[in-house]
């Protein structure tokens, strides 16, 4: 599974001129499913997520008289913020070859959505208060990104070694 966190003021979808969900303060989560992604997985991003500390902490800052934004040390929990779940199977496109994106590593609409579906409840179990766009479905997002902070996050990557910067001698 692959998910675009977005820290937002505000986020909402609208599916044929009419809100379908809505959120103040929080995360808009772009949510895609990849082929052989299970329930293990909606469960592992969905604990991330929810715990991820990339909101300001108002009682620190990065220095005295610096503009900069507050540290990141607090989670979607700690703020009891919300979540806009949009499903978005794009997020597993190749563009590597050609000019048209292969969507071919996207799960089945079928398993997509139940998986979908699984991570939602899976953020509702961890006290997140969640709206979702409608699966499948042609939506229009807005939102306002706060900071801007994007994260991106992949299953794939979770249990891998921690990238380690270049020493630039190579």
Same mark, same amino acid.
């Given at each position: 599974m692959r998910a675009v966190l977005q820290r937002v003021t505000r986020a909402s979808v609208a599916l044929d001129n009419e809100t379908v969900g809505s959120i103040g303060p929080g995360l808009l989560v772009l949510l895609g499913v990849a082929r052989g992604d299970g329930p293990a997985e909606a469960q592992r991003l969905a604990e991330k997520t929810v715990e991820l500390r990339i909101f300001a902490d108002p009682s620190t800052s990065l220095g005295a008289g610096s503009p900069a934004p507050r540290q990141f040390n607090r989670s979607l929990l700690d703020i009891g913020g919300s979540a806009l779940v949009v499903s978005q199977f %794009? +997020? +597993?496109?190749d563009v590597w070859r050609g000019r048209r994106?292969?969507?071919a590593?996207?799960?089945?609409p079928d398993e997509a959505e139940a998986l979908v579906d699984a991570f939602v409840a899976a953020l509702r179990e961890r006290g997140v208060r969640v709206e979702t766009g409608r699966f499948g479905a042609h939506m229009l997002v807005e939102l306002e990104n706060d900071g801007p902070v994007t994260i991106v996050l992949d299953t794939a990557d979770l249990d891998g070694p921690r990238r380690r910067p270049s %020493?630039?001698?190579g």
């Amino acid at each position: 599974m692959r998910a675009v966190l977005q820290r937002v003021t505000r986020a909402s979808v609208a599916l044929d001129n009419e809100t379908v969900g809505s959120i103040g303060p929080g995360l808009l989560v772009l949510l895609g499913v990849a082929r052989g992604d299970g329930p293990a997985e909606a469960q592992r991003l969905a604990e991330k997520t929810v715990e991820l500390r990339i909101f300001a902490d108002p009682s620190t800052s990065l220095g005295a008289g610096s503009p900069a934004p507050r540290q990141f040390n607090r989670s979607l929990l700690d703020i009891g913020g919300s979540a806009l779940v949009v499903s978005q199977f %794009t +997020l +597993l496109a190749d563009v590597w070859r050609g000019r048209r994106p292969s969507f071919a590593e996207a799960a089945p609409p079928d398993e997509a959505e139940a998986l979908v579906d699984a991570f939602v409840a899976a953020l509702r179990e961890r006290g997140v208060r969640v709206e979702t766009g409608r699966f499948g479905a042609h939506m229009l997002v807005e939102l306002e990104n706060d900071g801007p902070v994007t994260i991106v996050l992949d299953t794939a990557d979770l249990d891998g070694p921690r990238r380690r910067p270049s %020493t630039g001698s190579g």
